[in-house]
């Protein structure tokens, strides 16, 4: 089934990704399979195999193929086995990777969505009463994203400039309303409140960090 148009527009697709860091398609794959990897060893074992399928699909592919899940676990039998972990953690301190990952997280609550809405498309019993609010955080989510993307990639390109202190939306999240705190829009919108507090964490680390 296809996604609503409502939800198409909140995804950060892998093309507008790749234009708002400015990488070539090469360099970009690669920060983003750093990226992923970093999410992995991040990750419960047991868990790796959902994670890895859902950082696939939020950054730009529909599904892992085998041949890819297969090179993600090679590579993390190298890291282990060299104990090259914390060095992997260290690297990716910079803001640029932290940014991806809020970005890999945006995306998983809007697929979310798109999970629900079938649900309910098909008969299922799905509250929908908050949908609206979900939708308008996730709207500022986006913008803020984007605002730092931008943001670093100037600053990266110009690294003699000595930036003043950048700020993103949260209060408007903030000041949305959820009916229903235990419902699973509940815990969405809350997913994407954490992720406005992650990017300004990011800025007050550094953008070029």
Do not use: C, W
Not at 68 to 76: D, P, Y
Request: glycine share 4%; net charge neutral.
């Amino acid at each position: 089934m296809s996604m609503e148009s409502d939800l198409q527009e909140l995804v950060i697709t892998k093309g507008e990704l790749r234009h708002l860091t400015g990488f070539d398609s090469f360099r970009f794959s690669l920060i983003i399979y750093f990226t992923i990897l970093v999410v992995l060893i991040e990750t419960s074992v047991a868990e790796r195999p959902r994670e890895l399928n859902a950082s696939i699909q939020a950054f730009g592919d529909r599904k892992i193929s085998t041949i890819l899940e297969s090179i993600f676990k090679i590579i993390l039998s190298i890291v282990q086995s060299l104990k090259l972990t914390d060095f992997i953690r260290k690297k990716a301190k910079n803001s640029l990777t932290n940014l991806l990952i809020d970005v890999k997280n945006h995306n998983k609550i809007v697929y979310k969505i798109n999970v629900m809405d079938q649900l309910k498309s098909v008969g299922n019993q799905v509250d929908l009463n908050d949908r609206k609010n979900v939708l308008k955080a996730l709207k500022i989510t986006r913008e803020n994203l984007v605002k730092a993307l931008k943001t670093n990639r100037i600053l990266r390109e110009n690294p003699g400039f000595e930036a003043d202190s950048f700020s993103v939306d949260i209060t408007s999240i903030q000041s949305l309303q959820i009916s229903e705190q235990s419902s699973e829009y509940a815990a969405l919108f809350n997913q994407a409140l954490q992720i406005g507090i992650s990017i300004q964490e990011d800025i007050d680390n550094g953008l070029l960090e």
